[in-house]
């Protein structure tokens, strides 16, 4: 009869029982990878996620799957990759407002800041500050002087309390020392339109939708740092004086907190190697987005610098969403 050490029985059982203990989060380098957008399919950020999936998919030898899961100013799919299983096969991607402004606006939201990690900053984009051509003005000093000489607040248009857009014209209401009202729409489409027919004052929208309409829409500035080149003759708001109102919007991929290292370093490897490329350059362009792309750091650098720059809107002005 075979007999068995004790001690190796003991240590062997014990070890089994961690093992089992232990959540079963293996890497396996078969499971396709699912990219989340918060966004409705056909849009702008779904194109830019299918675009990267594809590249993505080249470089990892791996399928990768976009899942879109729109509504509630991305609460919706943030939450879901927030609860995700940490195993590198579920991302995020995320944005100044699905991520930070949800965040630092919503105390009652269920994932906050510690529930991701970053894995690539990818690019982002400026703002504009764009009047109807009907106002007759064509500098931002004569957007000012009009404003004082008006007997009421100008009308901006916000895609809602505590977007991007909304905390911008607190910023710059705030900084030229007029008087702006903001007025919410349930998309851009609508704010631009109303713009167009003098229903509204000033839009802070990207440049891509405010060049298409040029006839009857002037772009005063870009909140950017530099020049676009493919708009020589704008100026940037830091250019005119007023760097404090220098900003942009950014996109950048996130997962589960707790996501392997390892996994991170080769995910954020081949989005920066997609991003960096002619073909999806020339869609940023096309779109009116700068490429940033960069590793993990880079967007933790992002992250704080949202909580520095909108975070200090919104504490100023005490804004909260339940």
Do not use: C
Not at 53 to 79: C, D, F, Q, T, Y
Not at 93 to 117: K, W
Not at 286 to 302: F, H, S, V, W, Y
């Amino acid at each position: 009869m075979r007999k068995i050490n004790r001690r190796y029985f003991i240590a062997t059982a014990i070890s089994t029982v961690i093992t089992m203990a232990q959540p079963a989060y293996a890497q396996d380098n078969n499971r396709p990878i699912t990219i989340v957008v918060p966004y409705s399919a056909g849009g702008t950020n779904d194109n830019f996620a299918r675009l990267l999936a594809e590249g993505m998919s080249k470089e990892l030898g791996r399928h990768i799957i976009v899942e879109n899961k729109p509504g509630a100013n991305g609460i919706i799919g943030a939450s879901y990759v927030a609860r995700a299983r940490p195993d590198g096969t579920t991302l995020f991607l995320g944005g100044t407002g699905p991520v930070s402004l949800n965040i630092m606006l919503r105390p009652s939201l269920a994932y906050n800041f510690d529930h991701f990690d970053s894995v690539a900053m990818l690019f982002d984009g400026p703002l504009t500050i764009t009047v109807p051509s009907s106002m007759g003005v064509n500098s931002v000093n004569e957007l000012i002087a009009h404003a004082k000489q008006k007997n009421q607040p100008l009308l901006y248009g916000t895609m809602g309390p505590g977007s991007v857009s909304d905390l911008y014209g607190l910023l710059v209401s705030k900084t030229f020392d007029i008087p702006l009202t903001a007025v919410a729409y349930k998309n851009n489409h609508s704010a631009i339109m109303d713009l167009m027919a003098g229903r509204g004052d000033m839009n802070y929208a990207t440049p891509i939708p405010m060049i298409q309409n040029s006839k009857e829409l002037k772009i005063l500035t870009l909140t950017s740092e530099q020049r676009d080149p493919t708009l020589p003759d704008i100026p940037t708001i830091a250019e005119l004086g007023y760097p404090e109102l220098k900003t942009s919007y950014w996109t950048g991929l996130l997962a589960p907190k707790g996501t392997p290292k390892d996994e991170i370093e080769k995910i954020a490897s081949a989005a920066i190697k997609t991003v960096k490329t002619k073909a999806y350059q020339r869609v940023l362009t096309e779109n009116g987005q700068i490429e940033k792309a960069g590793g993990p750091e880079r967007l933790d650098a992002q992250l704080q610098n949202d909580r520095n720059h909108w975070g200090k809107i919104i504490s100023e002005n005490k804004i909260v969403i339940n």
